[in-house]
């Protein structure tokens, strides 16, 4: 069974800064892909951050420059430094990682973790 477990949201002030983790475990064969999205109230999820297991990066248009993504191979961990963060990235933002166990290869998916930005 395979789990992905986020640490790391809060509440913060406008410009202010906060880090995200995530952790995969279980019967884990290879990690492809790990990123982040995030949904805000009444709107769609949408990708914020990926990487691949090679280091290849893409950011979402409205976080560029802001944020982060970096990932521990060796500890199945990805990371999202968001920093100059505004109100309008308050959402919840959730883990995600394509990832192959002995049975199966699909993306799975963390709890999610609460970031809200006051103004």
């Known amino acids: 069974q395979v789990q992905l477990v986020e640490s790391g949201g809060g509440l913060v002030q406008a410009g202010g800064s906060l880090r995200l983790s995530c952790t995969a475990s279980g019967s884990i064969f290879r990690i492809n892909t790990m990123g982040w999205y995030r949904q805000a109230p009444g709107k769609q999820r949408e990708l914020v951050a990926g990487?691949?297991?090679?280091?290849?990066?893409n950011y979402a248009d409205s976080v560029k420059g802001r944020f982060i993504i970096s990932r521990d191979n060796a500890k199945n961990t990805v990371y999202l430094q968001m920093n100059s963060l505004k109100p309008e990235d308050t959402a919840v933002y959730y883990c995600n990682a394509e990832l192959r166990t002995i049975a199966v290869q699909r993306p799975y998916w963390g709890q999610g973790t609460q970031v809200t930005v006051s103004s």
């Open positions: 990487i691949t297991s090679v280091g290849t990066i």
